[in-house]
């Protein structure tokens, strides 16, 4: 947790440690913070120690009667736009989840011509991983076939028809000729999403069935 000391206090930062530039955690070192001679305002600047850029966060300074000193957080410059997919992906599938981030990253730096390929890479990483989890015998053939042919070893249905339809869009970004024009990257990260929530849903029903097995 990143504190701050004002007028000889210390006061905890009600902020997020993650930078809402590059989206790395753990990232943030608080340079500065002024108090308003006015009123329990307080305006801190915070420096990324990765990718080096400046994050300006609005606080109330709040007084409470117990405990320790603390912040409200009122506005943050700039607004952090988090990742669309959930955080667990992070813990199950962490390359995964790096090439997502990088994927984001670049389309927030407005990267349009690259962003596709780059969300498609991210999703044959996580088809792949999931399969070779599923499939840890099959994984040399996994890791170097095509990723239609990945596709069409998952045996949930749904999961496979958002790989399928995400996988077309992402082949299309990275060809120079579509042949579904009519869905875009924005379509491609709907299906990503989905298919995220349906792959760490099935992970907790796994786990869950083999708790009814066990009675
Ligand atoms: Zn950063």
């Known amino acids: 947790m990143m504190n701050v000391t004002v007028d000889g206090k210390e006061f905890f930062l009600d902020v997020r440690d993650v930078c809402p530039h590059c989206h790395q955690s753990t990232s943030l070192q608080v340079l500065q913070a002024v108090k308003s001679p006015v009123s329990n305002e307080c305006a801190a600047v915070l420096l990324c120690r990765r990718c080096k850029r400046l994050v300006f ?47 984001h990253r670049a389309e927030e730096e407005n990267l349009t011509e690259i962003v596709g390929a780059a969300y498609r890479k991210a999703l044959e990483t996580l088809v792949k991983t999931y399969l070779t989890e599923q499939f840890p015998a099959d994984a040399p053939a996994i890791s170097t076939e095509l990723l239609g042919n990945s596709i069409a070893r998952i045996e949930y249905p749904r999961i496979k028809a958002l790989a399928k339809v995400a996988a077309w869009i992402g082949n299309d970004e990275t060809h120079t000729f579509k042949k579904n024009p009519d869905l875009n990257v924005a379509d491609m990260k709907n299906f990503m999403v989905a298919l995220c929530h349906l792959i760490l849903a099935e992970k907790v029903g796994d786990e869950a069935a083999e708790l009814v097995a066990r009675k």
């Open 57 to 103: 966060a609005d606080l109330l300074l709040l007084n409470k009667l117990l405990g320790t000193d603390d912040t409200k957080l009122i506005a943050l410059y700039p607004n952090p736009k988090d990742l669309e997919i959930p955080a667990e992906m992070d813990l199950h599938y962490p390359t995964f989840y790096e090439l997502y981030r990088q994927a």
